[in-house]
């Protein structure tokens, strides 16, 4: 979608919107934690986010990719950056194309910075001059497929100080088919204010986006401003000298002062929307929207209960399997050549296979030194039992299987997960029951306004064969209780009859067909086990294969069961705990003390 239809949209609701920026990691490391953090922050109800082309072009492939990750995996709308820095026509094709691939449909048309060693500004061979180049050929090349920003400088451009021709050439680029204004940093709010009014006094009727840059650092706020040789009124100077080398308190003074600056914008301009230049952190932004008030509605933020995917060919895909809850980004990989996805039934998508594991492959996101600070060398069942019940507990950052927090809904289950796992029950996916909740509650809710949600509880876990026989003769005197069990080998045992989908998912809304958005379905949990048991093969690199540590883990993987179960009834909150006997006396009371002192 474009942002100038969403900004469209928000105007005419009367309602607050904003941005966040992001620059691309120099690691493969800050990438996946960068990921991390844009998921995060979608909770915040950004409008869109944009990504920055790297000074010279130097991270175009990265910016693409984060593009794509950005729609497809985490459903952002994103814009971005496009400059002429060493961009030969051919390269700016590709980009565009490549753009359009993943989805986006937005553009920040920019000369760019001069390539690196470089102190002054050249064009490339068979490249383009001036941003104003750069509009006019995406206009005629895609019409009007793209929404196009440009950049706006409050201050006039370092490299023109004429700044009435600075604000002409403005102009230029508005009538040669840009859409939207984002401006660059400022730190006097009068001067972004009458940068507005100058636009509007020669003409420029479009959307002004201010760019938000809330100060980190007394040192960091030095080094950005000698970029573009920014004003910074003595005042802040005088305000931040006796707490310059405080950095935390820097940083509460630019939350506070981003906070003043997007007031006094909204009231002298009627501008009801703002650009945060993140710098790939996320607290300082998120206090600015707290202190503003400006909580997003929870229909906005969790449309379903995982992020709906903006690419091209999944506009229609609202019902997912619940295996990959934690592994988003494998699942879109996985499907990525479906033509069609499920529209509320998981119907015929069911045909066509997910993609080939093998092709894929497997991979945990912590680099090895990472794994073994976290996870350690394990030596026996009980140790790995502990690294699971400590991730329950909130106390370990991560697992091969969820390299994220548990969801807050996980926790009214927490303790219960812990208990189990040190039982030998190692779970890597889980729901608690849910009995019609309201769309807009803060934990459980997704959705449109005004309606109710449900949940059936559900767990998935790794256990030993002879513990799996105990299991299903538990299972099999209780009519309400449905499950999958499947080791490395695709042995499968279920009491299932029926091939058909068990929705574990659902919501209730007005004027809408009943909506399921999650299943558990026979195809989807074959196709999973085998990134779910690759994993543990994966964990058992970090180690060498001789290792005590390394043959713990190959052994569990080849010969334990991955177990998913789904107790039917969502008005029974504690009917799928009854299975593991969790009475405090007896085997789980003599563990939970063996280990007090860990968790």
């Not at 130097?58 to 814009?79: F, K, P, R």
Request: net charge neutral; aromatic share 12%; with cysteine.
């Amino acid at each position: 979608m474009k942002v100038t239809d969403k900004i469209k949209n928000a105007d005419k609701e009367g309602r607050t919107y904003w941005s966040f920026e992001y620059f691309p990691p120099k690691t493969e490391m800050g990438v996946q934690n960068l990921y991390d953090r844009m998921e995060r922050m979608q909770r915040y109800g950004p409008e869109f986010i944009d990504v920055t082309w790297g000074a010279g072009g130097t991270s175009a492939d990265l910016t693409l990719d984060i593009v794509a990750t950005s729609q497809s995996v985490y459903g952002l709308e994103t814009m971005m950056h496009l400059t002429c820095t060493n961009m030969p026509v051919e390269s700016i094709d590709s980009a565009l194309k490549n753009a359009k691939t993943s989805g986006c449909q937005n553009i920040l048309a920019l000369r760019g910075d001069p390539p690196k060693g470089q102190i002054n500004w050249e064009s490339c061979e068979n490249g383009f001059n001036y941003a104003v180049d750069l509009v006019r050929y995406i206009r005629k090349k895609y019409g009007n497929y793209f929404c196009i920003a440009v950049a706006g400088h409050p201050e006039g451009h370092i490299d023109n100080e004429d700044k009435e021709d600075d604000l002409r050439r403005l102009k230029e680029k508005v009538d040669a088919g840009a859409d939207l204004i984002v401006t660059q940093l400022f730190f006097d709010v009068d001067i972004f204010i009458d940068f507005v009014k100058r636009c509007r006094a020669i003409g420029i009727t479009c959307p002004i986006l201010p760019g938000i840059f809330p100060i980190q650092s007394y040192g960091g706020l030095r080094r950005v401003i000698s970029y573009n040789n920014n004003y910074v009124p003595q005042k802040i100077w005088d305000e931040l000298e006796p707490i310059k080398e405080d950095d935390q308190a820097v940083k509460d003074y630019g939350i506070d002062l981003a906070v003043k600056y997007i007031k006094e914008i909204k009231k002298q301009t009627g501008i009801n929307g703002f650009h945060i230049y993140t710098f790939n952190l996320e607290r300082s932004s998120r206090l600015i929207l707290e202190k503003l008030r400006l909580v997003p509605e929870q229909e906005n933020i969790k449309p379903l209960p995982w992020n709906p995917s903006l690419g091209p060919n999944r506009t229609k895909e609202t019902v997912r399997p619940i295996f990959w809850k934690n592994r988003a980004h494998s699942y879109i990989q996985r499907t990525e050549s479906w033509d069609e996805f499920p529209n509320g039934r998981w119907g015929d998508s069911r045909s066509p296979a997910f993609g080939e594991f093998e092709r894929w492959g497997i991979s945990i996101k912590y680099p090895v030194e990472k794994r073994l600070k976290m996870w350690g060398e394990p030596k026996t069942v009980d140790d790995i039992a502990l690294l699971f019940a400590k991730y329950c507990k909130g106390k370990l950052e991560g697992l091969p299987w969820s390299a994220q927090r548990l969801e807050p809904e996980t926790d009214t289950i927490k303790q219960r997960l812990t208990a189990i796992n040190l039982l030998g029950y190692l779970t890597i996916n889980s729901q608690p029951a849910v009995n019609g909740a309201k769309s807009s509650d803060p934990v459980y809710g997704w959705g449109p306004k005004d309606g109710y949600v449900y949940q059936k509880a559900y767990l998935e876990f790794f256990i030993p064969s002879s513990k799996l026989d105990e299991l299903i003769k538990k299972i099999d005197n209780n009519s309400k209780i449905t499950y999958f069990a499947v080791n490395r080998k695709g042995d499968l045992k279920t009491n299932t009859s029926t091939a058909e989908p068990n929705a574990v998912t659902w919501g209730v809304f007005p004027g809408k067909e009943i909506v399921q958005p999650t299943v558990v379905e026979s195809t989807a949990f074959l196709a999973w086990k085998d990134e779910a048991f690759g994993l543990w093969n994966e964990w058992a690199r970090t180690y060498d294969r001789q290792s005590p540590s390394a043959q713990l883990i190959l052994d569990i993987s080849e010969n334990w069961y991955l177990v998913n179960i789904v107790h039917n009834d969502f008005q029974d909150e504690s009917g799928i705990w009854r299975l593991f006997d969790l009475e405090i006396d007896g085997d789980l009371s003599k563990r939970l003390r063996r280990v007090s002192g860990s968790l």
